[in-house]
């Protein structure tokens, strides 16, 4: 396919995220893993019997990434992600003005709001879509699902009209 293959060398991958020099290339790998260290805890983990990848992914494995990159032990992993739950109200946060969007087969979906928790805390699941699909520019091959939640008047004016006036661009609402 004309790909080059991926990095499969534990130790090297950790040797990199060790690496604190700025750097186009992986420039957000290392702060993902730092804040999944000391704030959210999203591990994908494959340690049931039916999962089809390696059961080497396991938790231990996760966090073992926290203390030999971060020196952050696994007590300190649980006590920070368990502020950010207290803090920010994991999955039934109390705010105003958000939309949750998720699509139903990206992973990470499962750890969001999936239902309205307000007039003002809006949730979308977007059928047959993954990570971020919702924000990505419209493409001829994009799912019905999809096409609808961005026309979607969710966001309309009346929800958002404390910002002052609302332009669209490419069916994107804009604020000034």
């Known amino acids: 396919m004309g790909m080059p293959c991926l990095q499969n060398s534990h130790e090297e991958i950790l040797e990199e995220l060790r690496n604190s020099s700025i750097a186009m290339s992986d420039l957000a790998e290392r702060q993902w893993y730092f804040q999944t260290c000391t704030e959210f805890g999203y591990y994908q983990t494959c340690e049931d019997p039916e999962c089809p990848f ?5 938790l231990a494995y996760q966090l073992d990434i926290c203390t030999q990159v971060f020196n952050i032990s696994y007590r300190n992993v649980s006590e920070g992600v368990s502020f950010t739950n207290d803090y920010y109200g994991a999955d039934h946060p109390k705010a105003s003005r958000v939309l949750f969007v998720n699509g139903d087969i990206d992973p990470w979906h499962a750890l969001s709001v999936l239902k309205n928790e307000s007039a003002s805390e809006l949730a979308i699941l977007i059928n047959g879509t993954s990570h971020c699909a919702n924000m990505y520019s419209p493409a001829p091959g994009d799912p019905w699902s999809l096409i609808r939640a961005r026309q979607s008047r969710l966001t309309g004016e009346s929800w958002l009209g404390d910002f002052g006036p609302i332009t669209r661009r490419q069916g ?5």
Do not use: E, G, T
């Open 54 to 58: 390696s059961p080497r992914m396991s």
């Open 172 to 176: 994107i609402l804009v604020l000034p």
